[in-house]
C-alpha cells in the first residue's frame, strides 16, 4: 500500500511539473524546436526525451538472450553482445535498453557520434561513465585503444565480459574523473600524462566540468581532439561546458532537441541541452580557418 501511494505521489508531481512546463512554453516557446516539444506535450505524458520519433520503438520488442555461462542477459547490438548487470530479469533488459535504442536515434538530443562528428579508425578513446558500454561498443573496432572509467562494480562485471573480444585494446579504470587525484579519483591529465588522446565521451552526472579541469595539460597541447559531453545534469552545464571549451580552443556545437533532467529540481526554462561536440582542429587548420 505505501508503495502504491508513492506512485501515485509521483504521477502527481510529475503532472503537475508538466503542466507547469506547458504554461511557460506557451508564452516562451519563441523557436520550433521548443514549439515542437510544447505540441508533443499536449499528447504525451512527460519524459526525459520528449519527441514522437520514439514511436518507432517498443520495449516488447527488444531481443534478450541468455548466455548460461556468465548467467547474464545480454542483447546484440550492431552484432555484437552487450552485457547487462547480473540479476535483471527479461523485462529489466528490456525497459533499460529500450532507452538506450531512443537516446541514439538519429533525431534525438542524445546522440553521441553524427556523420560529421564521430571516431575515427585509430583514435585513442576515453569514454568516461561507461555504464552499460553501449558507446564504447559502437566505436571499439574502429578504436586503437578504449579506456574504460567506471565505477558501479555490477557494470564493470558486465563489462569484462563485454569487452573480452577486444581485451588487448581496452583498459578499465575503477576511478571517477575529477580534477584530483586519490584513492576514489582520477584526473586525466595525471592518467595519461603525455599520452595523446584523440575522442573522450563524458556521462558523469554533472561532473564533466571536473573532467575538463583535469585535463588542462591534455587539452591545451593536444590537437586534433574531438570531445563530446553530457550538459543535462545541472542547469548552467550547457553555457559552462561551451566556454571552458571555447577556452581550450575547441569549436562547438550542441546536439538538436532538449532534455527534461526529471532527476533534478527543474525550474524555468526547464529545457536542457542534450549534449555539446567540442572539436579542435589542426594548428595549421586552426590558422586556415582564422582566415
Known amino acids: 500500500m505505501n508503495q502504491f501511494l508513492e506512485l501515485l505521489r509521483v504521477s502527481f508531481r510529475r503532472l503537475r511539473l508538466q503542466r507547469e512546463i506547458m504554461r511557460y512554453l506557451k508564452n516562451n516557446a519563441q523557436d520550433n524546436e521548443k514549439k515542437e516539444i510544447l505540441a508533443y506535450l499536449k499528447y504525451h505524458p512527460l519524459t526525459c526525451i520528449p519527441y514522437s520519433f520514439k514511436k518507432k520503438y517498443k520495449k516488447r520488442n527488444v531481443t534478450v538472450y541468455t548466455d548460461e555461462v556468465y548467467s547474464m542477459k545480454y542483447i546484440l547490438q550492431d ?5 547487462l548487470k547480473s540479476g535483471w530479469d527479461e523485462k529489466q533488459v528490456q525497459n533499460y535498453c529500450y532507452s538506450l535504442i531512443t537516446e541514439q536515434d538519429k533525431e534525438s538530443p542524445h546522440l553521441y557520434e553524427t556523420p560529421t562528428f564521430h571516431v575515427q579508425e585509430g ?14 561498443l559502437s566505436v571499439v573496432e574502429r578504436a586503437k585503444k578504449l579506456y574504460l572509467f567506471e565505477t558501479d562494480e555490477m557494470w564493470i562485471e558486465a563489462l569484462k565480459v563485454t569487452f573480452a573480444p577486444w581485451k588487448e585494446k581496452v583498459v578499465f579504470v575503477h576511478k571517477y574523473v575529477a580534477d584530483n587525484n586519490d584513492d576514489n579519483n582520477i584526473s586525466l591529465d595525471e592518467f595519461f600524462g603525455d599520452e595523446k588522446i584523440d575522442f573522450i565521451k563524458a556521462d558523469i ?49 550542441f546536439s538538436k532537441g532538449y532534455i527534461f ?4 529540481r527543474l525550474s524555468p526554462p526547464y529545457l536542457r541541452r542534450g549534449l555539446i561536440r567540442g572539436t579542435k582542429q589542426h594548428k595549421n587548420e586552426n590558422s586556415l580557418l582564422r582566415h
Open 123 to 136: 583514435d585513442v578513446v576515453v569514454d568516461a561513465g561507461v555504464a552499460e558500454g553501449n558507446f564504447a
Open 79 to 83: 552484432g555484437k553482445r552487450l552485457y
Open 205 to 253: 552526472e554533472g561532473a564533466e566540468r571536473l573532467l575538463l579541469k583535469g585535463a588542462k595539460n591534455i587539452l591545451s597541447r593536444q590537437t586534433p581532439m574531438k570531445a563530446v559531453l553530457c550538459t543535462y545534469h545541472r542547469d548552467d552545464d550547457a553555457d559552462t561546458l561551451a566556454q571552458m571549451l571555447l577556452e581550450n580552443g575547441f569549436r562547438t556545437e
Open 261 to 264: 533532467f526529471l532527476w533534478d
